[in-house]
């Protein structure tokens, strides 16, 4: 699995919102995308989902233009996350982690062994077994997350696309969902590609970071290289500091507050 991203440049109405990116995603990596509101995180996801056109560049998955891919294939290798979801339909948890199958099934097909299995690890895997015969709309904000996480993962792509897969979680569901996705690339071998608002994810795993600037300018390497003080002030226009805890080792970046 691999995907490269080719001179980018992404926007609207042949404006762009970021310019001239170049790097290459490679298999069982996470990418954080981290920007202040406005500064094109959504746009550059909407382009690498080929939901929009590139303004120009390219953009390619496994050697192939991502817009020579049809939707059908293309949803085979990378499963999108969104930030929000609430049916307008009171669905069962399980009804909508099997929608993930439906790259895989003829029209309105049935769920069959394979699918099946592919629900049941998906929900074990993040140990909501006990979520399978609740209403989807009617359990909590972060346990909707993680079945739509699910959903992704009964998907079974190299690639999962999440849009700040924490926002709006408390503090506790916030670490299990990170937890989570973690593990998903430590036993699963897949790729993460994700936006937050949390500098502290692009200390996780190695992380490589994507950070994106109103300006249009941007940076990319691994996180406890380009994470630093300053370019969280240029990014948030906010003092912080960078500070790793004993004896865990975690790094963390701490807004200093003006009161």
């Known amino acids: 699995m691999r995907i490269d991203v080719n001179n980018l440049s992404c926007g609207y109405n042949n404006k762009s919102v970021i310019r001239d990116i170049d790097f290459t995603i490679g298999r069982k990596e996470l990418w954080c995308v981290l920007g202040a509101n406005g500064a094109g995180?959504?746009?550059?996801?909407?382009?690498?989902?080929?939901?929009?056109?590139?303004?120009?560049?390219?953009?390619?998955?496994?050697?192939?233009?991502?817009?020579?891919?049809?939707?059908?294939?293309?949803?085979?290798?990378?499963?999108?996350?969104?930030?929000?979801?609430?049916?307008?339909?009171?669905?069962?948890?399980?009804?909508?982690?099997?929608?993930g199958r439906n790259p895989y099934q003829k029209g309105m097909g049935k769920m069959n062994a394979q699918?099946?299995?592919?629900?049941?690890?998906?929900?074990?895997?993040?140990?909501?077994?006990?979520?399978?015969?609740?209403?989807?709309?009617?359990?909590?904000?972060?346990?909707?997350?993680?079945?739509?996480?699910?959903?992704?993962?009964?998907q079974d792509t190299p690639v999962l696309v999440l849009d700040e897969p924490v926002s709006n979680l408390d503090f506790g569901n916030?670490?299990?969902?990170?937890?989570?996705?973690?593990?998903?690339?430590?036993?699963?071998?897949?790729?993460?590609?994700?936006?937050?608002?949390?500098?502290?994810?692009?200390?996780?795993?190695?992380?490589?970071?994507?950070?994106l600037h109103k300006t249009g300018l941007h940076s990319i390497g691994k996180g406890s290289t380009v994470i630093t003080e300053n370019a969280v002030q240029a990014l948030y226009d906010i003092d912080n500091k960078i500070v790793t805890i004993e004896p865990c080792g975690k790094t963390i970046c701490v807004p200093m507050y003006r009161l």
Not at 119 to 125: F, R
């Open 174 to 211: 916030q670490a299990r969902v990170m937890t989570h996705i973690c593990n998903l690339i430590n036993k699963t071998n897949r790729t993460i590609i994700m936006t937050t608002h949390f500098p502290d994810h692009g200390f996780l795993e190695n992380a490589n970071v994507l950070l």
């Open 41 to 99: 995180k959504t746009t550059f996801f909407k382009t690498l989902l080929n939901l929009i056109k590139p303004v120009s560049g390219m953009i390619f998955f496994d050697g192939i233009p991502m817009n020579k891919w049809n939707r059908k294939e293309l949803a085979r290798q990378i499963a999108y996350v969104p930030q929000h979801h609430v049916p307008p339909f009171p669905f069962l948890v399980e009804d909508i982690v099997l929608m």
């Open 115 to 154: 699918d099946r299995e592919a629900v049941d690890q998906a929900l074990s895997i993040l140990g909501i077994e006990y979520l399978r015969g609740a209403v989807y709309t009617k359990i909590s904000g972060g346990e909707r997350q993680l079945v739509l996480l699910a959903r992704a993962i009964a």
